[in-house]
């Protein structure tokens, strides 16, 4: 059997202003492709299918195309709820979905539930089965009661792989059971990029890697990297790149061939990008001038100007040879200059919601936020994070 892992599709979002609509459909054209191509058995889609919990009517019909069609290809897909997403609204006629090929996994109700697809003969005589278990993103502080644990993000995720472990050991009673199982989640060692959400405000999301064990394979979803963090424990990464962090990302998926005696191979398969992203750092004529860049002047590009005196018109002259620039900041040789980038750049780079907002506060008054009104920030978006996820 063939599973092909994938996550974070995050449909809907734009890149610096620039809608990203058209790219997540080449994306879909190639994931098909490669559905068909590799005779991929199940999709597995690791949470953070949509970038909002409330997405546009447009990005919804592009899921309900993509889910057609891979169903169509000869697959089945098991398809988890992220931060991103609303789990009621992704969740909704799940159980009549599940008569067309599409498990989807996004109440902690369904946490024990798996999918169980029958393997080839175990040797020993004995029923063999993949049975695919999916973790919605969890929610500590909503979730913690019904799972009976306190309200962090190691104990509610600890207590429910401890739910799919139970299950496991039942059906091993009368089979020979694989598990494999998606979760969308931070776990310890995994690298991040600028385009993910912070799971938990003060970044204490991170799970440990061994609540893991045990399991024939692990689909992460939440970081944007394509990673191994052990031979059993992955993450798919993103299809496309959603910041210039991702720059040196090779997008992919992870293709996961199992049998009867578990695992036999895990192999990368890459995604084509629609347009390459530069990060570009200089003055302006050496920018204009030098043939190093030449690669650059087709990607969506980050410059950093390093010019003494910032130049006139530069977004303007720049983008008269790179035309998709997209962020331009200002670093003055000898760091001389009060103002290294302008808000719009610097409020682009954010590296999360807190950051924003303190980048408001310091842009409008002249000065960074105190403890207290960091504290105040911390607590108004924690508050919000979790009325989004109760959608």
Partial sequence: MRLLHTSDWHLGRSFHGVGMLDAQRAFVDQLVDAVS??????????????????????????????????????????????????????????????????????RVEGLAEPLLLPLDGDPAGREAVVAIYGIPWLEPRLVAAQLGVDATHFEVTRAATELIRQDVQRRAASSVVHPVVLAHTFASGGISSDSERDLSIGGVGAVPLDLFDGFSYTALG????????????????????????????????????????????????????????????????ELLDSPDHEWAETAYCQVTLTDAQRPARAMDRLRARFPHTLVLGFDPQGGTAATAATYSSRLAQAPDDLSVCCGFLEHVRGRVPDDAEKAALTSALENVRVLEASR
Avoid: C, M
């Fill in 37 to 106: 191509r590799h005779r991929v058995d199940v999709v597995l889609i690791a949470g953070d299918v949509y970038d909002r919990a409330l997405p546009g009517v447009d990005v919804v019909h592009l899921l309900d195309e993509a889910l057609v069609r891979l169903t169509s290809a000869g697959a089945r897909v098991v398809l988890t709820s992220g931060n991103h997403d609303s789990a009621i609204r992704l969740g909704f006629a799940a159980r009549l979905l599940e008569r067309g090929g599409v498990h989807l996994r996004t």
């Fill in 222 to 285: 939440h970081l944007h990297g394509r990673q191994s963090l052990s031979p059993e424990v992955r993450y798919s990464g993103s299809p496309l790149a959603y910041s210039f962090s991702e720059a040196g990302h090779r997008k992919g998926a992870w293709l996961v061939d199992i049998d009867a005696g578990g695992v036999t191979g895990v192999e990368e398969i890459l995604w084509e990008a629609p347009r390459a992203l530069a990060v570009l750092r200089g003055t302006l004529p």
